[in-house]
């Protein structure tokens, strides 16, 4: 193509090419482009003013990079420098920073713009060159720009003193988490030394909630930041599902025993569909990488041909990493095996397919890995495989529903939707806040509370971090050592805070852990964070071969090895990603449907069926739980969060529970007596995820959570782990559809559980207000209210509701409610289910009882919802019972005990209800057993 081009000769669809710098455009059409995409388009006029934050989300290999630095360096070449770093690009991976090295410096070296890269890796030469002429463009990780506030404090500013703009790539793996939380901070500490604000400039292809995503990256003013979407944001994918049952292994050598006869049939399939390509194949577990690239390297020996499956993952030792990228980039075909240390944008050339055993982790995840197939126009290509157990007489619910198989099902039609997990913003990142008061005590050699506060909190990242929390976290501090007050105030690093930022290791915000090097002769293999004892002798896969244990040095944190025939595949640390609640009822639409998609293979399709099948034989759309034994699993088809949020809270009330998958058991238990459990549950209005966090044995879960003090660590869990609110929801769901009753399977007559949770009486004051004195005729009630009392007197709940009568009101002048009011109030059918969770489990206690229980008898049988109260009582009784008064008004019996009456509009049902209550509270507290001795049994008295 001809230089400098015509008018005619630039796409008109290019509207915005020309303000780009003739020496970029120059770069642009020796890329051989015939026109840049949209968001490229849109990004040169707002990158170019130099003043706005913008966000570009399009798909991997799309051009993100380029739309962010094709106007950058525009500018930067428009303006004569006077030193110091002009752009901040900051990556979560050192790899991706030493692949975007690359493609930079295609770009400016003929610009003449310097592009350099800091991280634990890069020689001290490299970074000195920095230090000593600090320009143009600085790529660099959170961890290292850290390190460069902690050693470089009084340098930092000068360094960076001529900062135009900050580019933060794969937003999306920062977003929600205490890395991305580090960032922030980092990022508002920049400008805080430079005194200004700087541009920031977000780069992802997985953003789930553009809202939060404007709010992470800048916080407090999200608003105002651009989001620029590409139109064409993926090619065509083609999908194809392989589904294996796992038979039982048959019986060989120790180190075979416990594989599948699934891995088999994988490993062989993979080494014959994927042997002469170029593939990633991604694992969950770092463990699965290192047993399937054994399988599949040895099928190569037993075969003499070369081996072309290799290991990769973060316990890999860096050359050998290396190594491996090194091989994709190459012109010999090779697959390599890894988890999300290859999921984001490293340049590994064109991939023939991109392979995924097991249910993706997440969406965002799927999204990502098939991005790094299909490029260069080709459609991506992705084969799953997922297995699922044989059925048995001994097989679980949870395996005959074949969930792995519906979550991938689900997480690929939500893929299809462009639909993405939203970022968590629930946490309070108080340990990355604990890292960053240390880190700038560090950077100013000492500060004051008031100058932490304004600097991380009032004006920072930690805005929801008030004053009195602020100084409750430098108190924790201060007792574990962390800091300490010099009598101006000024606080320095204590003894144990020297230690810790003395560490390497604290630059990062992830927690320690005790790790062995693995080493065969004098190279490192990688490294090993053992659970368990290793002994001398033990047989061990690792770097996708056999080793054999010779030598344990626990002191020196070392284990050697040599080759061996025999080996198993080490159990690394870390757990599954978190499924989020959107994915699981997902699933539970595809058990509904009828749906079979077109990419499922035979086997597959027949694990569909037979999950559908097990599905509407449990009949799990009306039920919420399956009784198997003496146990009962639940099914609320809701995310980890909240079944981990559920299983706590059961604990905390005395009530085993354990996680199962999608579900989660209760043993010993029914699912009637379950259900008044999740009724006794949700009438405790007051218990908050604090308190359910305070009864965890263990919530020390981020790296400094154990220099909190026990009431900031639990408020820290909660707040990150659990979910009341979804909880709540998933047991008001349960409740609907738990039996009420237990059939004996004898007699096939239903019988009440007796409760497992067993607590005194709680007693539930009711008031109604009615249309009149016929219960069993023409009148109906038009509101109601519930306020539930605790044997010690204390109020635990209130409730009302207006009710529709669907009839004319009358006697308004009595209870003062309008024919406007009730219009458009629930029926009494739909507040039935509210009502009787608000009397389950209670003695049910009126004034003049027998003509409220009368009422709700009548209404409750209309409503088709019959209900059954634990006893009643009447207070007009229990007075004449203890004062030989006779029967006496409300007010009457108040005054007569100096209790004050009345909680506002005479005769409302939640006036009367708490007037009511108080009665009640007084007798429990001056006259208990006056109390227990008048409560009515079901059995007797009005007939519920």
Known sequence: ??????????????????????????????????????????????????????????????????????PICSALLDEVSEGGVQVLYVSPLKALINDQHRRLDELCESLDLPVHRWHGDVPGSAKAKVLTKPEGVLLITPESLEAMFVLRGTEIGWLLRALRWVVVDEMHSFMGTERGAQLQSLLHRVELVVRRRVPRIGLSATLGDMGSARDYLRPGDGGNVHLLTASHQS??????????????????????????ISVERISEHVFTALRGGNNLMFFDRRGDVELYADRLRRRSEERAVPNEFFPHHGSLAKDVREHVEDLLKSSRP??????????????????????QVGAPPSVASLRQ?????????????????????????????????????????????LLAERWYEPADTSSLHLSTLVQQVMSVIAQHQGAHPVELFRALCLSGPFSHVDKATFAALLRDLGHAGIVQQEPDGLLLLGKV???????????????????????????????????????????????????????????????????????????????????????????????????????????AQRLLDEGRAAYRRFDLTRNGALARGDDTIVFPWRGDRVLNTLTAWLTRAGVQAARDGVAFTVPKCTPAQLRAIFQQLLLEDDTTAEDIAAALPDTVVEKHDVHLGEHLRTRAYAAGYLDMAGARSALVDLVGRLPEYDVDVITGTPHVPPPLITTPAVYAVVDIETTGFAA??????????????????????????????????????????????????????DVAPTLAIHLEGAVVVAHNASFDLNFLDAEFARAGHPFTPRGSLCTMKLDSSIHQAGRRRLPDCLAAVGVPGGHGAAHRALADAKATADLLRHYLAHAPHEVRKVVIGPEHGVSW
């Open 334 to 355: 090779v697959t390599v095996l890894c988890t999300s240390t290859l999921e984001m944008g490293i340049d590994i050339g064109t991939l023939t397919s991109v392979a």
């Open 776 to 829: 069993r005729g023409h009148d109906r009630i038009i509101e109601v209210a519930v306020v539930r009392v605790a044997p010690d007197g204390t109020v635990l709940s209130e409730w009302s509701s207006l009710v529709d009568p669907q009839r004319p009101l009358a006697a308004m002048e009595v209870h003062g409610i309008t024919e406007h009011e009730v219009a458009g109030a629930p029926v009494f059918a």
């Open 235 to 260: 090619s065509d994918i083609s999908v194809i599902l392989r589904g294996y049952v796992n038979e039982a292994a048959t019986a060989g050598d120790d180190d075979e025993s416990d594989v599948g």
């Open 497 to 603: 805070g020297e230690q810790i930022v003395d560490r390497y290791s604290f630059y990062a915000v992830f927690a320690e852990k005790q790790e062995y090097r693995l080493v065969h002769g004098s190279r490192t293999l990688g490294t090993l964070h053992v659970t368990t004892p290793t002994e001398v002798g033990s047989l061990v896969i690792f770097a996708g071969r056999r080793w054999k244990v010779v030598s344990v040095d626990d002191r020196a944190s070392l284990i050697q090895v040599e080759p061996s025939h025999g080996g198993r595949a080490p159990r690394f640390a870390g757990g599954r990603a978190e499924i989020h609640d959107e994915v699981r009822r997902r699933m539970r639409t595809w058990y509904e449907s009828d749906d079979v998609p077109a990419y499922l293979d035979a086997t």
């Open 369 to 413: 890995r098939i991005g790094r197939s299909g490029r260069r126009g080709e459609p991506a290509v992705l084969r799953m495989y997922v297995t699922a157990q044989e059925i048995t007489a001994d097989i679980t619910p949870q395996d005959e529903l074949r969930a792995e198989l519906f979550q991938a099902v689900a997480m690929m039609s």
């Open 1 to 70: 193509m001809s230089w400098p081009p015509s008018g005619s000769d630039t796409s008109p669809a290019s509207s915005q090419f020309f303000r780009l710098h003739r020496k970029v455009q120059r770069w642009v059409y020796r890329q051989g482009w015939p026109k840049l995409n949209d968001a490229q388009e849109q990004a040169i006029p707002l990158v170019l003013k130099g003043t706005e934050d913008v966000i570009v989300s399009a798909a991997t290999a799309s051009g993100k990079t380029e739309a962010a630095f094709l």
